[in-house]
Each structure stands twice: as structure tokens, then as C-alpha cells.
């Protein structure tokens, strides 16, 4: 198991989650009683692109895989500066 | 769960003379438990390999702290919170109350003490970072008598310690000498709580006229043990503080340390954020002006 | 506190929830299977069994900690409170009440861990702060709520019980 342990199964604390805005863009559907239907839990699909999309957009470097973390960054933003080293030489 | 309370013993003499009565009858045989938050986790996971345990907790005799005019004596009993919540404790050594804080979660702080955390001795211990660059030193304890060392002395290896079979941690002594000191302390970790250290750096440092005049530095995570760090401390020790000195000690505290990859992070991380962390420590010391 | 000399059961006894009660338990049984097992208090809950998830929190002589980490020995003669002590003759404390009216609670399982740490931060700060709150829940893990509504139910707990007692409660 990858995750046995709830020491290094690093899910955020109450200190770590970000103040969380819930907005409804209401569109009813014309299946469901009173416009109604299920989200279920679609809702986890966005956050993590989002997120992905906003590091690229602010560092210029993409990644495509989670989970990322600072280690990931960093590696990537290293190979970036020996690059960047090296055409300079 | 994986415990089975049924192959340990565990015992509770009632008092500190019972408990290193007991230590010498018996010398290596029994394991002492505080406040649980480190054997218990072993237990529960069915590796705990010590089946004799003999119980600190209630011991009034190790749960004390007092200040004198120039230290603070503090029982290998003291929890996190009594520390964090001692007036004399935050004011004489403010990294040691700040570190406090980090010990897991509150319910963690009101059981583990600093006597655990000590012995433990894990790395990544949230309280040797601070205890080393006050230059604390620790009593130990047992049937024989008392003695003193340094607690830079302390840890001799990967959870090996300088205690004998059939001593005990007594007390942790940290000087009250750093009032005019620039103090930091910065943990870097997965989480913003509950979170063991990928990295942490301790500071404490007088200047004099813009030269360095007195530094100590510490780490957590990037060695065996919590240690200080003695090259970067040299390349400080005397000079005047200037960019050009920072990045020296940088450079020195880079090739002393010798971080891991782990299941936490990567030595490559560990090394630039612990130079980071130095940069951000110093830098802080130079005149306004000077600060990149 | 004498000297037991036995891996084997020993009678144990402890204050929960105001009343004295008696165990037969190995010493190193944990204070959570004590309480789930043999007192059938089975409020307190284990999520993790490695004291980082909050789910096994009770109080202990006026502190929080997890059962899950105390060897039963060393909860001799203290006074234990846990969830089933929160309310009084079927009625709710304040605090369950929030967390009711507020929505803190999805699945469960930490609820009854959240309201120990909620009843031991508000007992020694009656106005906390959000930052104040953020850190006394934090070693209790949610998976469900994203803590939102759980910070919504401390923050009204507080007004309730400032309400009651002209703001002076204590917990």
C-alpha cells in the first residue's frame, strides 16, 4: 500500500485549507425535477488543472501530473537555471 | 491495530527513585514511556520491539521548570504545552516556546515531552535546533548520581544517544544569555501542521559594529541527527557581514550537510531550502540598505 | 500509583464523563479500546491509531490528547471526558448544537473528535480568533467538509455561549 500511514498520507489540516468561496452557476436541466441534477462529486476534477494552469501561468513552467509538490518545482526550476547557465557560457 | 497488550509489560514505580532503582537493577532491560506519542505510534503497529516498559508519566519529580538569573532548568517531563505556556520560558528562550508550537497537534503537545523528544532522537525533533544554538546542555540521571553535558554531545548517531543502560534524562538546562541576540527559527515541512520537518533551521547571532561576533546555527533533517553546523558558523564567526560572507557561509553549509531523500523530500530540496533559510536569517542582520 | 509487576489485567479505575469507574485491562491496552470496549462508549473513534488524525481525542484532566497514544495504566485516576459527556440529560451543549445547525458535520467520524478539540479550545480561549481556531482543530483531520462549516460551527458555538452567559463562559 503506498499510503499506510496516516503520518505520510499528507492531507491538509484546518491550518493548511484556503479560505473556500461556493458559488452556483445555475443553469437548471430540463431532465431533472425542478431543473435539478446531481454533481456528485465532478466538483474534484476542476481544482487540481486550475491549480496546474495558475503555477504555469505564474512561473512559465507546466507540469501535467499530480500529485506536486515543492520538490517538483524546484527540480524543474533547477534544470531551467543550468540551462539557462549553459547557453550563456 | 496491530498491538497486542498482552506482550508487554508496563510498569509504574510511583516515583523517580522506583524508576532508576529499577533502570539499575536491570540495566537496558526496561524502556521508559512518558507521555506515549512516539511508542505508542510502535505499538499500534505492531513494532514495538521493547516488551518491558516502566512509566515517567505523573512523575512530579521530572515535570518542573525554573528559572534562576542565568538559565532555565526544564524537566524531562515538561510537555509542549507546559512549555509553550511558560511566561519565563517564551521570554528567556523564545525559539525553544516558538518550537512548541510545531509538535504535531495540541492533543500531541499536552502528552509528548521534551525529554521524548530528546531520547527519541529523531533527525527531524522539533525542539534540537533551538536547544543547540542556545548551547543547552542536559543532566542525566540515575542510582549513581548526576551529570551534565552538552547537549551538542547528546546524540552520537542515528538514535543513538550518550546515555548509559541504566541512566535517564533528567533535565534540559538552557542559559538565559541570548536577550540581545537576533533569534530564528524557521521549520519547513509538508504541512503547516502536523507536519515532520523537511527542513529546519535554528539561529542565534551577535553583531558587533557589523561584524559577526557570536553565531550559532542548527539544523534539523539534513543529518543524522540534529546537529549544529560548524563550517557555516566559521565562515561567519569574525567577519564582517556582507553579502559576500552570507554567500560564503551558504556555500560551507551546503557542503557540510548531508540531507537524504526520504518519503518527506529530497535531498536536493533539503540543501537549497536550508541555504534559503540562512540567507533569509542573515540577511535580516545586514543595515537596510544593504538587503538585496 | 504502586507497583504492578503484571502484563495482565489490572483493575484500573478513573473518573469519565463525572463518574468513577473500574476496568480490568492490561496496562498497555490503549485508553480508546478501554473506553469503546469495555465502557461502550463508543463515541470516541479510531481513524488513524498513530495520533494524527484527532478521531480518538478525549480530555484528560483538563487537556486534550488521544486516547489512542495512552496506555490505560497511565490514565489511572484521571478524570476523562469524553463525547457522551458533552450534552446533559439528553440535552445538546452548545457546541453540537452549532455544529448541527451550521452543517460541521458530513460523514461523521470526526465530529465527535472536532467537538473535543472545539469544547477544549473554547474552555481556555472563549474568543478565538480564526487563526486561533484553525490552530486548535488542526490535528483534526476532515476528508469530508474541507473545514469550512466546521469553523462556521466553532464560530458559532462562541456566540451561543457568549449569548448565555453574558460572555463570560468558560468550557
Not at chain 2, 33 to 56: C, D, F, W
Not at chain 2, 160 to 171: H, K, T, V
Not at chain 3, 156 to 169: K, L, N, P
Amino acid at each position: 500500500m503506498a499510503n499506510n500511514q496516516m503520518t505520510n498520507y499528507i492531507m491538509p489540516t484546518a491550518e493548511d485549507v484556503p479560505p473556500i468561496h461556493i458559488y452556483f452557476e445555475e443553469i437548471p436541466c430540463r431532465f431533472g425535477g425542478c431543473g435539478a441534477k446531481g454533481i456528485g462529486e465532478l466538483p474534484h476534477d476542476g481544482p487540481a488543472p486550475a491549480i496546474l494552469n495558475g503555477i504555469r501561468d505564474a512561473i512559465g513552467v507546466g507540469f501535467n501530473t499530480i500529485p506536486l509538490l515543492p520538490e517538483d518545482l524546484f527540480e524543474q526550476l533547477s534544470a531551467q537555471e543550468s540551462k539557462a547557465e549553459a547557453a550563456t557560457v | 491495530m496491530r498491538g497486542n497488550a498482552e506482550a508487554h509489560e508496563l510498569i509504574a514505580p510511583g516515583s523517580l527513585d522506583g524508576v532508576l532503582e529499577l533502570l539499575a537493577s536491570a540495566p537496558g532491560e526496561w524502556t521508559p514511556i512518558a507521555g506515549g506519542t512516539e511508542i505508542m505510534v510502535a505499538y499500534a503497529a505492531g513494532r514495538l520491539r521493547e516488551k518491558k516498559l516502566v512509566s515517567l508519566w505523573g512523575l512530579s519529580e521530572l515535570r518542573f521548570i525554573e528559572c534562576s538569573g542565568d538559565s532555565i532548568a526544564i524537566g524531562a517531563g515538561v510537555t509542549f504545552r507546559d512549555l509553550r505556556a511558560h511566561a519565563g520560558v517564551e521570554s528567556g528562550a523564545p525559539l525553544l516556546a516558538n518550537a512548541a508550537t510545531w509538535i504535531g497537534s495540541i492533543a500531541n503537545q499536552s502528552r509528548a515531552t521534551i525529554g521524548g523528544n530528546l531520547v527519541n532522537g529523531s533527525p527531524a525533533a522539533d525542539s534540537s535546533p533551538a536547544l543547540l544554538v542556545y548551547d543547552a546542555e542536559v543532566e542525566l540521571i540515575s542510582v549513581r548520581g548526576r551529570r551534565r553535558i552538552p547537549y551538542s554531545s547528546f546524540h552520537t548517531g542515528y538514535k543513538r544517544n550518550a546515555m548509559a543502560p541504566d541512566e535517564l534524562l533528567f533535565a534540559v538546562h538552557v542559559p538565559l544569555r541570548f536577550a540581545q541576540h537576533k533569534q530564528y527559527l524557521r521549520k519547513v515541512g509538508t504541512r503547516r501542521a502536523m507536519a515532520i520537518s523537511k527542513v529546519a533551521l535554528a539561529g542565534t547571532a551577535l553583531l558587533k559594529a557589523g561584524v559577526v561576533s557570536e553565531i550559532r546555527l542548527a539544523a534539523a533533517s539534513l543529518a543524522a541527527f540534529p546537529t549544529r553546523l560548524y563550517r557555516a558558523e566559521a565562515a561567519l564567526q569574525g567577519r564582517p557581514l556582507i553579502a559576500a560572507t552570507i554567500r560564503e557561509a551558504q556555500e560551507k553549509l551546503t557542503a557540510e550537510v548531508v540531507p537524504i531523500d526520504d518519503i518527506r523530500s529530497t535531498a536536493a530540496y533539503r540543501s537549497r531550502v536550508a541555504a534559503n533559510l540562512l540567507d533569509e536569517f542573515l540577511r535580516e542582520l545586514l543595515p537596510a540598505e544593504a538587503r538585496r | 500509583m504502586s507497583e504492578r509487576r503484571t502484563r495482565h489485567d489490572l483493575r484500573i479505575s478513573f473518573i469519565v464523563n463525572g463518574e468513577e469507574r473500574r476496568v480490568e485491562a492490561p496496562p498497555m491496552k490503549r485508553l480508546l479500546d478501554v473506553l469503546r470496549e469495555d465502557l461502550h462508549l463508543t463515541g470516541t473513534k479510531e481513524g488513524c491509531g498513530e495520533g494524527e488524525c484527532g478521531s480518538c481525542s478525549v480530555r484528560m484532566n483538563g487537556e486534550l490528547v488521544n486516547s489512542c497514544l495512552v496506555p490505560v495504566l497511565q490514565a489511572e485516576g484521571a478524570a476523562i471526558e469524553t463525547v457522551e459527556g458533552l450534552g446533559k440529560a439528553g440535552k445538546l451543549h452548545p457546541i453540537q448544537e452549532a455544529f448541527l445547525a451550521c452543517g460541521g458535520a458530513q460523514c461523521g467520524i470526526c465530529t465527535p473528535g472536532m467537538l473535543m478539540a472545539t469544547a477544549q479550545l473554547l474552555a481556555i480561549n472563549p474568543h478565538p480568533t480564526i487563526g486561533e481556531i484553525r490552530e486548535g482543530l488542526a490535528g483534526n483531520l476532515c476528508r469530508c467538509t474541507g473545514f469550512k462549516r466546521i469553523f462556521d460551527s466553532v464560530a458559532a458555538a462562541v456566540c451561543e455561549m457568549d449569548s448565555r452567559t453574558g460572555g463570560a463562559h468558560a468550557g
